[in-house]
Each structure stands twice: as C-alpha cells, then as structure tokens.
C-alpha cells in the first residue's frame, strides 16, 4: 500500500515534470514563431554573425565592374565618377578640407564616413568623393556650406526641424530671452516650466510628465518605469525598430553585449500577440510608429544598400488597426503600452502619434522637436505608472536623474514650441498634410517612371524614403548625385529623406526637378546598366561567396580580432 502511494507520487510529479517541461517547450516554440526571419529579427545570431564577417574592397576596376557590366558602360561610369570627383573636389574643397581635419579627432566623423556605402566600395568613395561634414548657415528650408554653397536641406536634422529652422532659432532666441536672469540653474525650477507641463498633459491625454535629456534617456526611463511597476522583467520591441542606443532597446549588431531581457518580435504579426497573451515576465512592449512605413525593416541606410531589395509602404488604417490590438492584448496583460513618438510625435499630428492612430498609450515618450531646437527627451504617463516610489517601502524606488534634466534653456524654447504648435498658424499648417505630402511624393514617382528611372520614393507624410525598382549594385551612387544638385542628405543617404512643414510647392518643385536630375545624370553615367541575368538574389549570391571565399581565403578576413 505504501509502495503504492510513493509510486503513485512519483508518477504524479514525473507527470507534472513532463506537463510542466511541454509547457515551457511550448512556450519556446512560440517565442521562436514570432522572431521576424531576417537577421535582425534575430539578434543574437547577428551579433554573432557580425564577428564573422571579413572585410574586403574591391580594386579599381571591380569597383566600376562588380556586377560585370560591359567595358562601354564600365567606361560611362569610370568618366562619370571622375567628373563627380572633380565637382566635389572643387565646389567644397574648403568644407571637404575642414572636414577632415576634425576627422582625425572626432570620431562619430570617422564611424560616419565610413558607413554612408556598402564597405566594398569605401575606399574609393572616401577618396574620391569625401564628406563633406561642416555648415555654416540655414534658412528658410536651405543650409549653406563653408564653399558658400547652399542646398534644400533633406536631413530634416534626424527629425528635428519640423517647423522650419528660423522658427528653432527663434525659439531659441525669445526662450533664452526669457530665461536669461536666471541663467543655467539647475534643481530649482523656472515657473516657464508649469505651462509646459500643462500642455504636454493635454497633448498627451496623460498625467504627468517627466524630462530628460534625450530621446534615449527618456526610454529608458519609461521602460525602467514599466518594470518598476510590473514587477517584470521584460520588454517587447519590435524587429527593426530604433528606440535610441541604449544597450536594452538595441540587443544586436551594434551593442558589445547581449541584452538578455529584451524581446524583439515581429510586427503586426498573430504570433508576436501569442507571445504577448502567454508570457508572464512581460513589463512593456514599445512601438515606434515610423516603423509603419516599414515593418520589419531597419532605419534604411545606403550602407546595407547591397541590391534593390529595400522596400517601403505605409498604410495607416492597417497600422492603426494593429495598434488597436497591441493595445487590447497590452489592457488584457496588464503590460504597459509604451509609444515612442521621438521621431514622429509632433510631425504627423498635432496631437502626436496617439492621435493620428487614434490608440492611446500608458507612458508616452517625446524628444527632438519638442526641445524647440535644444535636446530634450520627455516621459508623459498615468499617475500610477510614473510614481517613483511606494509610500509603504521607502526603501523600494524607481530611481532617476539627470544633471540637466529641465533646464531653464531648453524648458524655455520647449514653451515657444508648444505655444507655437497651439497657433491657427499650426492648424493649418498640420491641415491635409497628408494629402500635401502625398501628392508631392506620387508628383515626383510619376516624373521618374515617366523617364523610365529605377527609382521611386514611399513616404509616411513628411518622412520619406527611396527604393530601387531594378536590380543594381550601385543605387548607393544616387546619394551622391543628389548631393551635386544641392540636395542635401544625412550620412545614412537616400534611405531616409526628412523634409520640414514649411516646405512650399515652389520649394518641393526645385527639390522634385533636382531629384530628377540627378537621376537621370546616374543614368546616363552608366551605373543603372541592367542584365534580365541580375537579379536581387544573384547579387546576395554573388556577395556572400565574395564574403565566404574572403573569409576563407585571405588572411584579412581570417584574422582573429
Ligand atoms: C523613435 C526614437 N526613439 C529614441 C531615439 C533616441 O533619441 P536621441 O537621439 O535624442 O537619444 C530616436 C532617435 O532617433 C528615435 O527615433
């Protein structure tokens, strides 16, 4: 009877044991399912990876021939580059010198350089047509060079300028003017403070309000707020998404050491809500609605611009339609919804992503624009999930800090910008921006399919992006044609072309001809030469043996660093 009774036991917890370890199985299979199949859905493979892949460049004439075009068009774009090479060499020899001087001493100058093109090509990009990194003035939607040059500003200052750059001087100006007497005091605060305050709660909808220094200090804020509270351990990103360089938002390529309490799923998937409904350690799940333009998809930079593959398309009712799901799973789980908005808070809408989406978050973070030209990083959240401590554990707090967090300056021209944003000015200026910007992307796709270019460009509003419609290896090159017609781009190229609101038709008309120009001058030059032969997949193809073969063969890329 005894023996019957252990053994029964042992049945029953080797039963629990097996129940128990499906359970977990299962658990890891769905984890598993709801990774995004590229690399960058997978971050720990890619860091891995990442340590694998060898350098090499090609020489002169694998430079011009890497997708073995004939010697006719090879010749086309061995002139065309030299002319390329003498404009620039020319028309910013002072700006090009400058830069790099500093180079040598800066060295987000140096990471910058070096990855504006796929690194095949660097070499004789760099010497032949160097950055050229120094600005001596902006206005109206223009910036002008140390040679005295000026272009229609596309870098949009990673997303800053939203209402034109003499409207952040400005605010700059009038803040600071109103500040002055108290100068830079810091812990005390300047009442300028509390109308902020104010207005952020009501363009947020939430309750209080928490300031930073950056984008990326205020994540990490919200995100070390959602555990706090949660008691989990946690967070939910999605596949490409960039929420700023903190170790914890960034577990891949990039970031020396794992992030081990960091989800990274695929977006608007079933799977990543499966996840969502059955995992328990879930603190918060972020979402960074640029992504919209592009699920899935890294910031688009024409350093990993290898083929024509890069692709984009925003639709925002299925976006809003996911949002509105996150949101329910989010409700459903106790999880905290967080939207990072430091991109595209203020540009779409007045009311920031939450309106435009029409789905309201728990904690809500802002940054870039709102600062009125100064850097900031703001928290807006529920009363409950902002609080730091708990009355009954002192000793239990949420901590956070930061020197210059609401510094008089930057509380100050956050005020002209949020003043700003509530003028009839501003209603009509977010009035059909959509419509606005839509038209002027569709107006320049139909001027480039018209002259039969390979190119189109996709956009979410005011944020824009190029993609390649045939198979090339040498779209990178656009950037630097674009360049010579007085478009100015930020170093991560045609990937991501950011126009501020104060652009007028005339405006968009000059940059649309220029565009245009500048493609067809690549054109010409030979780089767009085609083959039915090349595809996307033959290019990889070609690419990765190159990797292999090097990595095997040439005692660069077997080296041990
Ligand atoms: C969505 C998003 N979050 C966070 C950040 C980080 O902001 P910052 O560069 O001010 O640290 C960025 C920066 O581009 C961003 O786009």
């Given at each position: 009877m005894k023996w019957g009774s252990t053994s029964l036991a042992f049945y029953g917890l080797g039963a629990a044991a097996v129940a128990t370890s499906v359970a977990t199985l299962k658990k890891r299979l769905e984890l598993s399912q709801a990774k995004h199949r590229s690399l960058a859905g997978h971050s720990r493979i890619a860091r891995r990876l990442a340590g694998f892949l060898p350098f090499y460049d090609y020489d002169d004439d694998r430079f011009f021939a890497s997708d073995d075009a004939p010697e006719e068009v090879v010749t086309r774009r061995r002139d065309g580059f030299a002319r390329l090479s003498a404009l620039y060499k020319g028309r910013f020899a002072e700006t090009i010198r400058r830069t790099a001087e500093a180079s040598e001493a800066i060295s987000d100058l140096q990471f910058t350089d070096a990855y504006?093109?796929?690194?095949?090509?660097r070499r004789l990009v760099r010497a032949?047509?160097?950055?050229?990194?120094?600005?001596?003035s902006s206005s109206g939607v223009t910036i002008t060079d140390l040679d005295g040059n000026c272009s229609y500003d596309l870098t949009g200052s990673y997303g800053v300028n939203v209402f034109g750059y003499d409207f952040y001087k400005g605010a700059i100006e009038r803040g600071g003017a109103r500040v002055r007497e108290l100068?830079?005091?810091?812990g005390p605060y300047h009442p300028v403070i509390i109308e902020n305050v104010k207005l952020l709660k009501e363009l947020s909808g939430l309750d209080e309000v928490s300031f930073h220094m950056s984008g990326t200090e205020a994540v990490m804020q919200a995100v070390r707020l959602a555990r706090y509270h949660t008691k989990r351990s946690h967070l939910v990103r999605f596949c490409g998404?960039?929420?700023?360089?903190?170790g914890d938002v960034q577990?891949?390529?990039?970031?020396?050491?794992?992030?081990?309490?960091?989800y990274t799923l695929t977006d608007m998937s079933e799977d990543a809500l499966r996840v969502l409904r059955t995992r328990?350690?879930?603190?918060c799940v972020l979402v960074n609605?640029?992504?919209?333009?592009?699920?899935?998809?890294?910031?688009?930079?024409?350093?990993?611009?290898?083929?024509?593959?890069?692709s984009a398309h925003f639709d925002k009712v299925r976006y809003a339609e996911w949002l509105k799901r996150l949101r329910e799973v989010c409700t459903e789980r106790d999880i905290v919804l967080i939207f990072?908005?430091?991109?595209v808070g203020f540009r779409l809408a007045q009311g920031g992503a939450q309106d435009y989406f029409g789905v309201r978050a728990d904690l809500v973070t802002y940054g870039k624009t709102l600062g009125g030209g100064l850097p900031i990083g703001v928290v807006c959240g529920k009363n409950e999930l902002m609080k730091r401590f708990r009355e009954d554990r002192p000793a239990d707090i949420c901590f956070a800090r930061g020197t210059?967090?609401?510094h008089p300056y930057v509380m100050a021209a956050m005020n002209e910008f949020l003043r700003q944003l509530q003028t009839s000015e501003a209603d009509a200026l977010y009035r059909d921006l959509d419509r606005i910007w839509d038209e002027r992307a569709n107006s320049l796709n139909r001027r480039l399919a018209v002259e039969s270019l390979p190119v189109e460009v996709a956009n979410m509003s005011s944020i824009w992006t190029v993609c390649y419609t045939r198979p090339s290896?040498?779209?990178?090159m656009l950037q630097y044609y674009l360049r010579a017609e007085g478009l100015a781009l930020s170093?991560?190229?045609?990937g991501r072309l950011i126009f501020s609101l104060n652009y007028t038709d005339a405006d968009f008309a000059a940059v649309a001809d220029r565009f245009v120009a500048a493609a067809k001058a690549m054109q010409a030059d030979g780089?767009?030469?085609?083959?039915?032969?090349?595809t996307n997949k033959t290019i990889k193809r070609t690419v990765l043996k190159e990797m292999i073969m090097h990595r095997l063969f040439s005692p660069r890329g077997r080296r041990k660093h």
């Open positions: 504006r093109v796929p690194f095949q090509y032949h047509l160097p950055s050229a990194a120094f600005v001596q100068g830079p005091v810091l998404a960039y929420h700023g360089w903190w577990p891949g390529v990039g970031n020396p050491v794992p992030a081990h309490e960091t328990r350690n879930i603190a609605p640029l992504q919209a333009l592009h699920p899935n998809a890294s910031a688009p930079s024409d350093s990993s611009l290898l083929d024509s593959t890069r990072d908005e430091v991109f210059f967090n609401s290896r040498y779209n990178w170093w991560i190229g045609t780089w767009w030469w085609s083959n039915p032969a090349i």
